[in-house]
């Protein structure tokens, strides 16, 4: 298994494409909080398995925009399993109209937003850490991003 492991189980060809493209740059900017050896894995699903996953494992009976499940299990290769991201596509495609931003700019920001999440951030809790550390990947990374402001 490679480091990352993209299902995409919604009619959306390009979704890998843009997660892989986004993601080698993302991990450099990341080295220093990723473990060595280390796999995780991202899927872009329907917003009805989304709004039943939300509800199974969140107990909130409404669609979200990506869920995060870190895990850290050890697996037998030695490898760190990071978790799972699951992003919502339809609802994805209906934020990134709502505020004005391509799919491809949302969609690269709910995995960063996963990714942190799987690597430990809490935004509910951490006094904003997270968000500024967001804010900070998205001016390094501003050619995903493009119109990111200070």
């Given at each position: 298994?490679?480091e990352?492991d993209i299902?995409?189980?919604v009619?959306c060809p ?6 892989l493209?986004?993601w ?6 990341l ?6 050896n280390?796999?995780?894995e ?5 917003d009805?398995t989304?709004k039943?996953l939300?509800k199974q ?5 409404s669609i ?7 895990d850290g ?10 978790g ?5 596509y339809?609802?994805a495609?209906q934020?990134?109209?709502e505020?004005?931003n391509?799919?491809e700019?949302?969609?690269?920001f709910?995995f960063?937003?996963g990714?942190l ?6 935004h509910?809790?951490d006094n ?7 804010k900070?990947?998205k001016k390094k ?6 119109k990111t402001e200070?």
């Amino acid at each position: 298994m490679e480091e990352i492991d993209i299902s995409v189980n919604v009619s959306c060809p390009d979704c890998r494409p843009i997660i892989l493209e986004f993601w080698k740059e993302l991990k450099k900017e990341l080295t220093s909080i990723l473990p060595e050896n280390f796999v995780f894995e991202v899927s872009i699903d329907s917003d009805e398995t989304v709004k039943e996953l939300n509800k199974q494992y969140r107990n909130k009976d409404s669609i979200t925009d990506v869920l995060s499940f870190e895990d850290g299990e050890i697996l037998p290769d030695g490898k760190v399993f990071l978790g799972s991201i699951i992003i919502a596509y339809e609802r994805a495609k209906q934020q990134a109209k709502e505020i004005g931003n391509s799919f491809e700019e949302e969609l690269r920001f709910l995995f960063m937003h996963g990714i942190l999440h799987i690597l430990g951030y809490d935004h509910e809790t951490d006094n904003g850490e997270m968000f500024a550390l967001q804010k900070k990947l998205k001016k390094k990374l501003e050619k995903f991003f493009p119109k990111t402001e200070d």
